[in-house]
């Protein structure tokens, strides 16, 4: 258990539904990133929040969005789903804001997503 | 970010020692190494990182040579569980405003360790 957790693990859903995928950091961590892997792209850094507040952005869709609430867990929300979409999603979360160690990240286990 | 080359598999016995090379010639002065690996379908695992120092943790050691344009990960006495995707990342130490944990991941080397 690395600490950061995740929820749900698995989802299958249809076409041009919307989900959200959950994640809570490990604690007292401020940092948290969502990535996107698939088959076909591999490891994808998608967002970033540190307290609260987007840090970075990666090539996420403008169909996907994402917050970070005041007691730190975050959700991904991925909308008008299409058959690409299918991935796993993995949350991270890392306890340093500045240095090397802030790229040290711990991620949690993903949730998988199957889109129909 | 440095671009990292590695090969894409590599076999290693049961209890011998692992060592999985990485090219980053274009590293900067700033850039550290990082390590991590993936178990099959498990999030990422952050196993080492350093900037010009070799480096030692209770999983791996860290070998970076002296121009800093290539790297060691060794993984002393391997085990099947050490089986996985290993990635080697070169990052820009963070700053203020910098997206620090922006990481690239490459596709890796595929390690399979066998009995």
């Known amino acids: 258990d690395s600490g950061v957790t995740q929820t749900p693990k698995h989802l299958i859903t249809a076409t041009g539904q919307r989900v959200t995928l959950r994640c809570s950091p490990r604690?007292?961590?401020?940092?948290v990133y969502w990535y996107q892997q698939s088959l076909d792209q591999g490891l994808q850094f998608l967002i970033q929040y540190y307290n609260g507040e987007e840090r970075a952005k990666g090539n996420i869709l403008e169909r996907f969005s994402a917050q970070q609430f005041p007691d730190l867990h975050s959700e991904l929300n991925l909308s008008s789903l299409e058959l690409g979409d299918s991935a796993l999603y993995f949350c991270a979360s890392s306890s340093q804001a500045g240095g090397p160690g802030a790229n040290v990240l711990t991620f949690g286990a993903g949730s998988r997503l199957t889109v129909l | 970010d440095a671009k990292t080359t590695q090969p894409p598999s590599m076999d290693c016995a049961e209890g011998r020692a692992a060592n999985l090379p990485c090219n980053h010639s274009t590293i900067s002065g700033n850039e550290y190494v990082y390590w991590y690996r993936q178990i099959h379908s498990q999030g990422p695992q952050y196993i080492i990182h350093g900037l010009k120092n070799n480096e030692t943790n209770e999983m791996a050691s860290l070998i970076i040579t002296e121009d800093r344009k290539s790297s060691t990960l060794i993984l002393p006495h391997a085990t099947l569980r050490d089986t996985a995707v290993y990635y080697c990342i070169v990052r820009v130490e963070s700053a203020g405003g910098t997206s620090y944990g922006k990481l690239t991941f490459g596709q890796g080397t595929i390690l399979t360790v066998h009995p």
């Open positions: 604690s007292g961590d401020l940092s």
